[in-house]
């Protein structure tokens, strides 16, 4: 299938008109265009509605919707309203109700209570998006699928006798034969051998700690049974609607579901954003990079974000004014086409009622919150002709890897305190700050187009990785990796013979202990020469390393392992392999960041002596795109490389000097 | 019935003789009249002595006892001993044990092991209390009756089956429909909707926020249930002894007992006392006025206080020398007409033998803890004949609602900082040190008799709630309220149309968004002119609030609505509104409850300037009788105004100036 | 059976062949000799290999593990496997698998999942011991057996059916008539008669605090349960191999087993040692000492230790290097004649996979870890001629309890601040700081030995106890006792009468009241006269004492029991008894020890003026070998006394002033 976004900028939300008499719905509609809203998704949690008895279907009510959004030129992103099942469905088949690790069984009351693995939920689901993509397929507001919602949220793991039946299969066909599996878990240890398949079980509430091997084996598997029950909806969709395109809105870089294998199966790759109040810009950047990476660069869509306030969290103060709108264009900076709210109208009853909508308690459009949601959505209706389907490119990369995940998070030791995502985070956070361009992509990746790749605690090396890393560098990449990386194997087994296993030729070096450290253990990097010279703090972990062809930029400046490696470079081929042996401050990995983009001859998008986040697109006319983000409380100056420029938002031409006030953003076209 | 209450302060305690062998009771009877005692609690865990066999009971001991009390002039607070079932209930209906959110039953072995809705429990239960009654309905012994005990500890809420059952019951009393109920709850919010009666559960384990209409149900439902199991013995004690009055001991101001819905059923209102170490003095006199408001201002008793230590809290240590005598006589000063405790002898095993008890393991009176007992009960008897009926009377109403507490906690957001009981307390407080009478009432009362009225957190309005307060300020009255106030109706649906809903008018007001505040953000309110001037904190809470008639008495200092109202006044008929859109510091609460009374001309009942508290107690002859209570560490100096007062205590005449000592009080009856 | 170890030091560790391929075996024989090992460990976690159906047993790798040790001149230390039955054992027989007091059944996947009480567990893991038994009675390289393993650990409770049924049969066992369980559990109170067997069940999750008498008595039934499974495996033993010393590693002072019970059944006491980081060196000593107590004096094993980092705190560090050798010779130097690591061969796989091990991933001699592991070998072996063997002598004993332990820390109140091995481990700590050797023996054991006794917070006296104490006094003892001591008996019911009980002649004194204090109360001690004059913390708990013959060396400082009695001294026949009202510094307890220490005239066993530790053995010739130990992280300057000395880990003559370096030891053999 072609491109499969519209070529103009998507803005909308979700939209329930099933809470409200349908006199509010044409009130939506006037407002929906005052807001310059061209997309909603609907349908979203209607199962209840659409199927009140078994195999009693009504859509009239959805008919009736689909036909006001038409009749207003407004797509409809329909869901296939999979993601929460009728109240009567847990009564026919109780075993449809997920269970967890205590043997708990959920019951309906909330929302998404099925387990992905019940016959039953995947039988009656498969039977109502049959249903609906009969009926719609032919609609012309049709324009877009919303499979289900938020797969894996609230129920990321089921422990249920159907998902132990589901794993046994899973791990037959990945495995073949119960000795393999023996070998792979390691099952000698504990007296833990399997003699029959029907022995073995999801990694239930045990005495001691569950078999490494085993729960690494369950997140994959849990994976792949909630992309089991996407796929089935696929299958019936892309049969009965081929040129209709699919999405899900995925949940940032959440645990339970890894993107990269999700978006081979989504035409648009779409997503939840809801940073929590104070979280740094470079947080939500890397998420949209993910996204944009995960399709190739493809454009992707926030599929929701919050116009103002939350209702989760433990306390959810408003997003201050221009927050939202910093946001929302962040997102379209970093690539997205498409900026969705939940929700549209705020709802006067239910979980979610003090959860903010476009359109308020207070049911108009004289209100901060909406007329901030009609300016972005204004904005991006200039940008759209523009901006619309631009590209990204990127000389960075960042490998992030599920399975790694996975595995390090799950402790027999060394240490609790290795939050995978917030170290990946520490690493895209100094790169970013250099106002470059960064891909997040899988290990196996091809790496020949960037100039720096980072691989931030890549505990797991799968089977290739290490040549793809090697190939990258000899070939003059340059690397910087961190502690506890080329431990184990796809596997979770030790690479025996001293670590970094298969990274040590590469790197140069190798580790003779690691020495996880407490809250109140602390170390020091000492650098004696050059650019990086001073004294940084080592936190969280410290290294044994001996230099094996490698040359130590800096070493320890404490402990058994005082002057010994901390900070190493290996020239291997053409290139250069980092080794960080240690959590430094995030300063010094700015530092350092700086340094090897240097020697990268990468150079940051635009020359401007400035804290404001810049980013560049690519229009389809190959001309470039800088979006300038000023995330600080005050303005800034900034000066521009010589030229003459369009801002974008307001038609000025541009150029030499610019003030860009707090909390705004300029969007220059470079001619 | 008449005054249930006999004309003198009561005096005793629980008292368990059947944890001790018979030659014991003689010096019981001893011990209690060199105390004082006048009347016992007795029974209360009696239930598998009376029945060690289904059917077979055993009245024997009880009778011994009751013979014993009335040889010896003591009262009997009979009760009914149903609060702990015997073991073999449990084997023989194991249904009736409660079960949590989770599905796990609970077990017997420690005590109220039984679910509410229980036919096996209120059936059997039915039997003892009529069996009970029927032997002792001439006994001289027998002046009160005491249901169960404290209904609703430890089982606040039952998810069980049968609670299920009885769930759907009390929803198709209330709603009729089944279209009600789903209106009710929203539940075309997350595809909920109800089809079938029998798939309406209790809000058990789900996994996410269950829908808040049906907790806040759940909430109503388990109360009524509680109650329900009260009023089955109501109605048997009723038939058979029309003039004993009936009581049960209420639980301070507990969440899932509504004090009001239960006052209505109860002759004489009473409760156990238990503040933990440190708490202000303010928080038990707000549950004495709470308890004798509930019962329009007639004598409460305080069932259980502690003589000296508990043992259910982390550490447990003794209340201090005089603390207890003091808590005792501001029982009284505040409208209580008997003080018990728990228990009349120490246990010497179980799980409260640690618990202080009138007679210690010791034994005997030589002792700090019997021989301040035995003061107390002196002092009780002789303020008796003065203070026993005397009234109470107040210019200032708090409002208090279960309904709106059950609500406004249960998140699904804004904020988990809203402790409703806390800020109320802090209101109370507020008006408290001013030393002024307070009456705690529900939001339908008659508000008439009052010049002040204040409403914190008044979330939920129920329909007739929002005139009641209109017509109060109206005719002249005072109104104060806070934050967060009139958002929702009796159903729990946002008030649509802008915040604060039908208080906007009342208030002249209009809300337009509320930022809830972390615990690191904060504000403040600067008050620029009169006596309330200067700046203020601001915490927990923000708003932006726009005037529609009120004034702003002050505006927000900082923030996006900086200069914004934060208190406002509303002139309405002939009364104030005030409305502060904060949470501010005691200081600054003091400071405007002190302005308010001065506008509504409410004086202190002694001007003296000093921090002891004072109540007043209006004999039956219409003589004050004045309350001076020293809670302090330091003697303190008073000086009394104008006139010749009688100490009840010591018989002195007292005038112009006296010196209370530290942790002392002072009983002036005026001439 | 004569002294069953063998005459030298024991060095070896847990060994797990399994887990490798046989060409891994020979290279760990070379290993181990280069490291001096002669014994492991091995088959513990071996059932599902040895069992993989239902009564198919395979022995062949397990022969050729046998004789491959034996080949090297290794000694087995074979365990009976019984620790971690297969996984179709809980297939077939799913009530074996343990259960929480929530009733949540655990599953198979980790290990030690089995309830002690179940008859399938019993009957299987016996059959298995019998068959190996058999098998290995006359195999040369046997030398030890070790029973199943850290028995208790992840379960040192069951609540399961299987546990009920048993826990009825050992009341019926203890107390023959129902009546007398309601008599000890006080069942009176809150209506918990049984009055039939039936209804008694463990102390599951119930709505309030479990009966204590019942809580009790399942920590005792639990012990005895596990034990039960021990014995089971002993008696099959026994009579197979009956010259086959028998021992089971214990896990230090571990709640759930008491030691002393143990220790009767055991051959040779071996426990596992694994201090936190930090750990005082005390703490380590204080568990030898137990140890070697449990077991009369007899040397004691230390049958696991790490050689480096552990994997189950949430960080886990490296041991610093010396610091592993220094806690080996600690071992040696209060009592134990053999050290053993878990493991020897670091797991590449499975839960334990980052736990040291001598043989680290590497795999090879060349690092830190195996080079040290070496070297203590090294060592070992030089000691091995004069210090196997051994013996220990005190004149200070500490009173341990388990039913104490259990009794006093099950709160219902009055304190949760007494953490009974804490307050112990402080009392130890002012002792063992005095360089005096110190056994660790129940209450009821023949104290004519000792010159002091000491007994921390000795809640529950036993019948015979308090007499035991009184005689140990009269004939000259000196007893040092503490606050909250001799308040119940056996039955866990309150001594009557005045506090402490039974031990208020011994102490001359009456405690009127308790007083828990809360982290923010606090008091003082104050002491006028004598080598203890000064003001020190008095902390957690204060009481209201009254002398009644004892004479007050101390008094509280503060609140209503200012200048009553805090330290009191009673002459009791021809010796002294102490008592300690509330807990104070560690500085006041040190001072206090050696106060007693001089007036009994203990002396320490080296006058060296020094903060390194100092113990002593005393050869099978009676020579004097005296271990000094330097935790402190800076070298020590030491004069000896009089005399001259070999040191036995070089061989050197010393006299006179000798430096011990930082983390170092020397050993000492006077002539």
């Not at 398949?197 to 994959?220: C, F, H, K, M, V």
């Not at 779409?270 to 998420?287: I, K, R």
């Not at 459009?365 to 901006?387: C, D, M, P, W, Y």
């Not at 490389?641 to 300029?666: E, F, H, N």
Request: aromatic fraction near 10%; include cysteine; glycine fraction near 6%.
């Amino acid at each position: 299938m072609q491109h499969p976004l519209p070529g103009h900028i998507l803005y909308g939300g979700d939209y329930n008109p099933e809470q409200w008499s349908e006199d509010v719905w044409l009130e939506d509609m006037r407002l929906m265009k005052l807001a310059n809203v061209n997309m909603v998704s609907i349908n979203i949690f209607s199962w209840a509605l659409l199927e009140p008895k078994p195999e009693h279907y009504h859509f009239e009510q959805l008919d009736r919707i689909m036909d006001l959004l038409h009749e207003h030129g407004i797509a409809a992103d329909l869901a296939t309203a999979t993601a929460s099942p009728p109240t009567w469905m847990s009564r026919l088949y109780p075993s449809m109700l997920p269970m967890t690790r205590e043997g708990v069984r959920m019951s309906h009351g909330s929302r998404q209570h099925y387990c992905p693995n019940s016959p039953d939920f995947r039988r009656k689901s498969a039977a109502l998006v049959q249903r609906i993509a009969e009926r719609y397929a032919k609609h012309p507001a049709l324009k877009m699928w919303h499979l289900n919602n938020e797969y894996g949220c609230h129920t990321g793991q089921c422990y249920c006798d159907n998902c132990a039946k589901a794993f046994r299969i899973w791990l037959q066909e990945r495995y073949k034969s119960l000795e393999a599996v023996n070998t792979v878990w390691g099952t000698n240890f504990w007296s833990q051998r399997y003699y029959e398949w029907e022995d073995i079980l999801p990694p239930r509430i045990s005495p001691a700690q569950n078999n490494p091997g085993q729960t690494l084996d369950y997140w994959r598997f849990m994976n792949d049974s909630l992309l089991g029950c996407y796929r089935i909806e696929e299958d019936i969709l892309r049969a009965i609607t081929p040129n209709i395109p699919l999405t899900t809105n995925l949940m940032v870089a959440f645990k339970p579901v890894d993107v990269y294998d999700w978006a081979r199966h989504m035409d648009i790759v779409s997503f939840d954003m809801y940073p929590a109040p104070g979280t740094e810009p470079s947080w939500n950047a890397l998420h949209h990079d993910l996204m944009r990476s995960a399709k190739a660069g493809r454009p992707h869509l926030v599929m929701e974000q919050s116009p103002s306030q939350v209702n989760w969290q433990p306390q959810n103060p408003h997003k201050r004014p221009g927050q939202m709108r910093l946001h929302s264009l962040q997102g379209v900076a970093h690539g997205a086409d498409g900026i969705l709210f939940f929700q549209w109208r705020q709802s006067k009853a239910g979980a979610e009622m003090f959860h903010s909508a476009v359109v308020t308690h207070e049911g108009n459009e004289h209100n901060r919150i909406f007329r901030q949601a009609a300016q972005v959505g204004a904005e991006l209706a200039k940008l759209s002709s523009t901006v619309a389907g631009a590209s990204t490119q990127a000389e960075v990369a960042i490998l992030l890897d599920w399975e790694n995940w996975w595995a390090v998070e799950y402790l027999p030791g060394p240490s609790d305190r290795l939050h995978y995502m917030e170290i990946v985070g520490r690493y895209y956070h100094a790169f970013h700050q250099q106002n470059i361009s960064i891909d997040i992509v899988k290990p196996e990746s091809d790496l020949s187009k960037y100039k720096v790749v980072v691989a931030p605690l890549l505990y797991m090396l799968r089977p290739s990785v290490a040549d793809n890393l090697e190939n990258f560098v000899k070939q003059g990449g340059n690397l910087l990796t961190s502690f506890f990386s080329g431990i184990v194997d796809e596997n979770n087994h030790v690479a025996l013979g001293g670590y970094p296993g298969k990274l040590r030729k590469l790197l140069g070096i190798h580790v003779e202990e690691f020495d996880p450290l407490t809250p109140t253990m602390n170390n020091k990097v000492i650098i004696k020469e050059g650019t990086l010279a001073g004294t940084y703090p080592a936190e969280v972990w410290g290294e044994l390393v001996h230099t094996d062809g490698a040359q130590a930029l800096g070493t320890f400046g404490e402990d058994y392992y005082a002057n010994q490696a901390a900070l190493t470079v290996n020239k291997f081929g053409n290139g250069n392999a980092y080794y960080l042996a240690t959590q430094s401050s995030q300063e010094f990995l700015g530092k350092l960041a700086h340094e090897i983009c240097q020697q990268a001859n990468v150079q940051p998008l635009l020359s401007i002596d400035s804290d404001i986040e810049v980013t560049r697109r690519i229009t389809t006319n190959g001309e470039s795109v800088y979006f300038l983000l000023n995330h600080q409380q005050q303005a800034r100056q900034v000066t521009l490389p010589q030229g003459t420029y369009t801002s974008l938002l307001d038609g000025a031409t541009v150029k030499d000097q610019l003030t860009i006030p707090a909390m705004d953003a300029v969007i220059l076209q470079a001619h």
